[in-house]
Structure formats: structure tokens, C-alpha cells
């Protein structure tokens, strides 16, 4: 498996922007599809984006296509969430995973980071 730590959450204002990042450790980072999902308070986690192990495959969830961009740099071991105008509805904790295979799906992800704050004030 791969340990995953995210960082780079905090507050921002609504239209703002906010990069975070994904750390990778234990096993060959390129092996792996890597991928954002992210939770707000009394809701389901939810998917946001994952990227192929050579980047060239990339899916987004209807409801950041367009404001947000992954990316990924295999060569330091990480992953990139770069977010533009950015919404309150946005607000939620960021998580990143890892698969096997590029997916959407929650439960393919084997290896889950702890997750950073993003909060988005009006």
C-alpha cells in the first residue's frame, strides 16, 4: 500500500483560489491512479477528480468541472488539486486516495489520506 498526507487547505473567500497538495510514500507513486474526494458536515464523502498514473486519463465530477484541475509529478511523489472560483458549497474536508485503476468509485480506492480542511466564506 501507499501512505497518503494532504495539505495546503484553509480558508479562502468565495471566487478565491486554493492549491493542495498529496504526498506519496511506501511504494512507486507512478504505479498508482490517484484521486480527490472530499466530505462536508452530515454528507456522504463524494468523488472529485482522479488522474491516471501518466496522466493522460482524467475524470471530474459535473460540479467542478471547469474550476478545478489535477495534476500530478511523479518525479516528487505528488498530487495537485488546483482549485479556481472556488464556492461555499465547495466547503469540505479534501481527501486524498489511491487505486489500482482509473476509477470513480469510492470503494476501489484502497489507500486514503487523513484529509484537509477547505472552507469557502461568502
Known amino acids: 500500500q501507499v501512505q497518503l498526507v494532504e495539505s495546503g487547505g484553509g480558508l479562502v473567500q468565495a471566487g478565491g483560489s486554493l492549491r493542495l497538495s498529496c504526498v506519496a510514500s511506501?511504494?512507486?507513486?507512478?504505479?498508482?491512479?490517484m484521486g480527490w474526494f472530499r466530505q462536508a458536515p452530515g454528507k456522504e464523502r463524494e468523488f472529485v477528480s482522479a488522474?491516471?498514473?501518466?496522466?493522460?486519463?482524467?475524470r471530474y465530477a459535473d460540479s467542478v468541472k471547469g474550476r478545478f484541475t489535477i495534476s500530478r509529478d511523479n518525479a516528487k511523489n505528488t498530487v495537485y488539486l488546483q482549485m479556481n472560483s472556488l464556492k461555499p458549497e465547495d466547503t469540505a474536508v479534501y481527501y486524498c486516495?489511491?487505486?489500482?485503476?482509473?476509477?470513480?468509485?469510492?470503494?476501489?480506492?484502497?489507500?486514503w489520506g487523513q484529509g484537509t480542511q477547505v472552507t469557502v466564506s461568502s
Open positions: 511506501g511504494r512507486t507513486f507512478s504505479s498508482y491512479v
Open positions: 486516495a489511491a487505486a489500482i485503476t482509473l476509477t470513480t468509485i469510492e470503494r476501489h480506492f484502497g489507500s
Open positions: 488522474i491516471s498514473w501518466n496522466g493522460g486519463k482524467i
